[in-house]
Every structure is written in C-alpha cells, then in structure tokens.
Antibody
C-alpha cells in the first residue's frame, strides 16, 4: 500500500523558513516523479512544485519560484520542500503526492498533508 | 498566466447524470493537456478519479467517465449517488513541467 507521510509543518514568521518532509513507503520511490500541492484554508488546490524520479528536473509554480526548493533523497525514500521568504499567502495544507511514472509528475497518490501557517 | 476554469457548483439528483467541465480562458483543452480529475471531501486528501483524459483510477466506480467535450475536458457521473457529493478538481499539464488546477466544482447530490 502506497503511504506518504508529510511532516515539518507549523507556525512560521513572515520572511522565515520551513522545511517540509515526506516519507514514502509501499512503492519503489526512486521510480516515480513526485510533487507538492497546497490548499489554503477554504480554498482550492494549487500545484506548487514537482520533480522527476532522478531529481534532476525540477519545476515550480510562479507563486513560489525563487523561494521554494524541491528535492528528494532516493536512498532514504524522502521528498522535501524547502520554503524560504514565507508570506501570509503561503498558509495552507501542503500535500505530498506521487506521480504516475518516472517522468509523469501528475499528482496521483496523496498524503494526508501538513499545515503551514504564516501570520499576516 | 494560464487559468483553468470549472463551474463553481453543480447539483444533481440521486440517480441522475451530471457533467462537469474543465476549460482554459485562452485556448482549447486537448488530450495533450493530460486532463485529470480529483475528488475531495471535507477534511480529506484528494483522490484521483480520472487521469489522462479518460482512464479511471483503481477502485473508481464505472459511473465516472472522462472525455473531451468540444474545447473542454469533461467528467460525467451517471447514476449519481449520495457518496459522490464532493468537491471535484481538474488539473491540466501546461508545459514546462508545470501543472495548473482548476478552481474546483462543489457537487451537491440532492
């Protein structure tokens, strides 16, 4: 069974940083693209970032480009999202999601999410 | 900036059929956008319903159909059941490795 467990959320000050982690199990992590998706309270889903199985190709939404960095450690089955220069509009539940193949980063299987709060 | 459009809300009677759509403010949706659909109930993580236009995800009932309808992607639910009452989101691949979600449709079954 695919399991994705996010951690690292919490309260961060504007301009501050947080690092989210996602522990993967139940599948061969190194063979799948991965992504982060967020959902602000009461709002819709927003695709944030993705990377392919090797980690060499990374992609970002314009809203986080230059502030967030996605990475992975295939030896530890871990996905990360380093979030810098945090703003109030980054407040959201952040979901880790597995893609469909090595290159397909479309969110397919989802974790339960971790809440990030940045006060205004 | 690419904007993906969805109906904000829709209502269907139990046993009825409803079609939700997913469009672009500029241009047409095609299979090259690999449209996919997600179902989300309050407090839960999203669940993939349809991917790559028309492929049902594992465990999804066969009353869910995805297809291209004119210049939009569409999700039809036939024989709607109370458990289908959820928020539905589409996502489109817009190139450069990027994906964009629609704003979501709140489906009510009553």
């Amino acid at each position: 069974e695919v399991q994705l467990l996010e951690s690292g959320g919490g309260l961060a000050q504007p301009g501050g940083s947080l690092r989210l982690s996602c522990a993967a199990s139940g599948f061969t992590f190194s063979k799948y693209g991965m992504s982060w998706v967020r959902q602000a309270p009461g709002k819709g889903l927003e695709w944030v970032s993705a990377l392919r199985s090797s980690g060499d190709d990374t992609f970002y939404a314009d809203s986080v480009k230059g502030r967030f960095t996605i990475s992975r450690d295939n030896s530890k089955d871990m996905l990360y999202l380093q979030m810098n220069s945090l703003r109030a509009d980054d407040t959201a539940v952040y979901y880790c999601a597995r893609g469909n193949t090595m290159a397909d980063t479309r969110p397919d299987c989802w974790g339960q999410g971790t809440l990030v709060t940045v006060p205004s | 900036q690419t904007v993906v459009t969805q109906e904000p809300s829709f209502s269907v009677s139990p046993g009825g059929t409803v079609t939700l759509t997913c469009g672009l403010t500029s241009g047409s949706v095609s299979t090259s956008h690999y449209p996919s659909w997600y179902q989300q109930t309050p407090g839960q993580a999203p669940r993939t319903v349809i991917y790559n236009t028309n492929t049902r995800s594992s465990g999804v009932p066969d009353r869910f159909f995805g297809f291209i309808l004119g210049n939009k992607a569409a999700l039809t639910i036939t024989g709607a059941q109370a458990e289908d009452e959820s928020d539905y989101y589409c996502i489109l691949f817009v190139g450069g490795g990027n994906w964009v979600f629609g704003g979501g449709t709140k489906l009510t079954v009553l």
